[in-house]
């Protein structure tokens, strides 16, 4: 059934972060009208959100933008190898100002519901002040990790301190001097808060469950010569980038452990990805890094090596040390990380075996030993992939609930469209690549655009996609990480990408590990045969029924 009741808008976007404003300005160019709702009193989604202090980009400045006009590569400048949370989101700021996108975005707005309406093929987004607003295409680009996990302690209420969770950072500024400060967690997050407090603090406690492999950034300045050069080789960059299986700008080395009888040069390559920092060390040392057990216990064996040198008390550096294979993980990237354990006002509390509870005066451990701190930071992480979609109260076709559905088992296809729930295009949501999100979501939102594109040239009002396509994608995912060597360490090891680090989360891959051009070429082979996996509704109007459609792509479903 059809209808030809009107939208307020042609597409709603939920969230202006990176995703939102490549969706703004993707939809821009195709001439549709749009709306934009944004939690936050300004764009940047999770680089508004996480001001912590030493918050920067894991991910080399180079292939950390939007890359959709060349007045962006002309334009701006980042100051830095990983550019600071300051930065990217004043970037962010900045394209938006320069593609007058801030004009489709309504502020301090949460989005509560969305309601596919299968008579009139019509979304209803809900504000959480009860505003309703109609569209044609409903696109959340509300972020991998923008939920944060919640906060186990109940005697939180009771605590007479400053305490702060590094990912709802408040705007002004903090004192951190002559403090005695606690930092919990040891993610990605805490790796960069940690070193950043260690001078200001008068004492500075970080409570660890479980140590990561923290690679070293070796961050610098960019300066004009270089910049100059970024600008000059952007396109070919970004091009490397699109070929890397995590959306990098970087070259496998094609060296595997077992081609490699000498200890000296497998050593000598690890060096030269120590050497180069952050993520190149996984991605241009060992090609099978991932993927044989010997060399990631080499690699494993490696970084310890490296923290025994770094960290100067032997009893310290040993609690440092990861247990569990390296990349069961995300390795976090680490700006003085462990040299700051060598600051005599530095101390490292190892619970992982000892839960903590807070109490009015700091932390108590589960076997009684009593902190006392004017100031406690969590940096807990966050429910990925699922949560932000999960936590608003999305229905599709026939009232079908995303989260009950999801809760039951993760469905998708390639990360783009969702069963039941007809024109709805999750940017950045589950099932994308595990990788850099900048390309992963450029390459994710040129597709919308172009999907969009053939439904309004044909005027088509409502995608959805096939069982049969959503259960051949899922084979292959669980396929690819399956082929990964830490599909069961990364449960054991509570890491986010599976959901294990949130408590009743159902574990199950939430990324794709088969690459960024594996996962292009699913994208592209749906554009490419007229979306054959997809289900089409046309409008009503009877000049158009079917007709242009069916002849031009034969398998077509049309109802
Ligand atoms: P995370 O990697 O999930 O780390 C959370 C930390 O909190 C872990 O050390 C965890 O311990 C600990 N924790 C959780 N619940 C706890 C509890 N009840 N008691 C004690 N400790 C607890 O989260 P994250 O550090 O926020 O990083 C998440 C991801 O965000 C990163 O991997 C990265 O992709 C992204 N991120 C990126 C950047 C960047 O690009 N610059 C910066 C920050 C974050 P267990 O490990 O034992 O669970």
New binding site residues.
Partial sequence: MTSNKSADYDAIIVGAGFGGIRSLWELTQLGLTMKCFEAGSDVGGAWYW?RYPG?????EAWVYALNFAPELRDEWSYSERYPSQKEVQGYLGRVADRFDLRKHIEFNTRVAAAYYSDDDKIWTITTANGVMTTARYFLPATGP?SVA?EL?FSGLKSYKGEWYQ??SWPKQKIDFRGKRIAV???????V?IIPKLAPDAKELTV????PNYVLPGRNYSIDEHQSGEIKESYDATWNRARLHSSGLAMTPSGKMVEDMPHADSIKQTLDSGWESGGFHFQFETLDDLFTNQKSNDIASEYIRQKIRAIVKDTETAEMLCPKHPFLS??P??GHFYYEAFNRPNVKLVD?SRD??EIYEKGIRTGSGMEHEFDMIIF????DAATGALSEMDVKGSQGKSLRSFWAKRLETFAGVLVPGFPNMFPVCGPHVPFGNMPVVLDIQVNWIGKTLRYMEERKLVKIDVTEKAVDAWASHLDAAFGATLFAESAKA??A?FVGA?IPDKAAGVLFYFGGVPTWTAWLDKESNTAWASMDFSVRAEPEVVGKDILDQRSSVKVT
């Avoid at 919990?184 to 805490?190: D, S």
């Avoid at 409570?207 to 479980?210: D, H, L, P, V």
């Fill in positions: 996480n918050a920067r980009t894991d991910s990790l996990k186990p590094a990912s919990v967690g040891t993610g990605a997050t805490g960069q409570f660890q469950r479980t993980k995300r976090p990237c619970i839960d903590i940096a807990l992480g966050f090891s509570r986010w680090n």
